[in-house]
């Protein structure tokens, strides 16, 4: 089971680039990264807003659950 990050999929129906989601919310390119690949363990709630607000939409559209990893 694991959480996959739709994080791309937003970015491109916005058509913003990740450095200046990263600067909207506050947060490294390099953290952004991480978030993208799936490699983080965790997300403050605060960062998740802060990107839900940047790219005006819900945490579903961000966040997935998938049993088949």
Known sequence: MAIL?????M???REMKSNELAEKVGI???NL???KTGKAK????STL???CEALDC?????L???EAE
């Open 5 to 9: 990050i739709n994080l791309d999929i």
């Open 49 to 51: 807003e802060a990107i």
């Open 42 to 45: 965790a997300i403050r709630f």
């Open 64 to 66: 997935e659950y998938s």
């Open 11 to 13: 970015l491109a129906k």
């Open 33 to 35: 990264s991480i978030l």
């Open 28 to 30: 490294t390119t390099a």
């Open 58 to 62: 819900q945490p579903g559209d961000i």
